[in-house]
Nanobody, 123 residues
Framework: QVQLVESGGGSVQAGGSLRLSCATS????????MGWFRQAPGKEREGVAR???????DYADSVKGRFTISRDNAVNTVYLQLNSLKPEDTAVYYC?????????????????WGQGTQVTVSS
């Protein structure tokens, strides 16, 4: 049974930091392309950070220099470090996995999803 379980969300003030975790099970996550998405109220789900086909990382322009994606294959977990948070970062954050690397960083190309974790940033 494939599972992705996010944790680490919460409420912080602008400028603060959070570290999100995505614990995976039921599939070989090390062989999948993992990514983080977010969805704010009334908005579409958008890609935030992902591992690219070359093993490098890729970020949305809005989070470059502030967010960092990483992984620990030994514990089947992917992380998203969120620094210098802004109120516009408020959203539900999801981790997702896809077997085949999509050239377009869009939710439709990802097969497995977690339930999401809420991040709220106050000004």
């Amino acid at each position: 049974q494939v599972q992705l379980v996010e944790s680490g969300g919460g409420s912080v003030q602008a400028g603060g930091s959070l570290r999100l975790s995505c614990a995976t099970s039921g599939f070989a996550a090390s062989r999948y392309y993992m990514g983080w998405f977010r969805q704010a109220p009334g908005k579409e789900r958008e890609g935030v950070a992902r591992f690219s086909s070359a093993g490098a990382t890729d970020y949305a322009d809005s989070v470059k220099g502030r967010f960092t994606i990483s992984r620990d294959n030994a514990v089947n977990t992917v992380y998203l470090q969120l620094n210098s948070l802004k109120p516009e970062d408020t959203a539900v954050y999801y981790c997702a996995a896809t077997r085949y690397y999509p050239s377009t960083f869009a939710p439709v190309y990802y097969d497995y999803w977690g339930q999401g974790t809420q991040v709220t940033v106050s000004s």
